[in-house]
């Protein structure tokens, strides 16, 4: 799954919420890795991958609020 956070929503369905920079915390489901990127369109500093997890405070690293855009895919 790829997203520009300001479409992000449940597949098959329109959705009117925007997630740009406003991501605090992540949770991420068995068998996948994702990659987080401050800028959209998968550009600037890149977080990740990360894999299976909650990740509850991302303040911690420095990424809170400054998540532009997403990738997740299967992990090996």
């Known amino acids: 799954m790829h997203a ?3 479409q992000f929503g ?9 997630f740009y920079r406003i991501i605090s915390s992540i949770r991420i489901g068995r068998g996948l890795k994702c990659e987080f990127y401050k800028d959209i369109n998968f550009k600037g500093d890149k977080l990740g991958p990360l894999g299976e997890g909650n990740y509850p405070d991302l303040r911690k690293n420095g990424w809170d609020d400054k998540i532009g ?3 997740c895919y299967p992990a090996d």
């Open 4 to 6: 520009g956070l300001s």
């Open 69 to 71: 855009s997403m990738k």
């Open 10 to 18: 449940a597949p098959g369905k329109k959705t009117e919420q925007n």
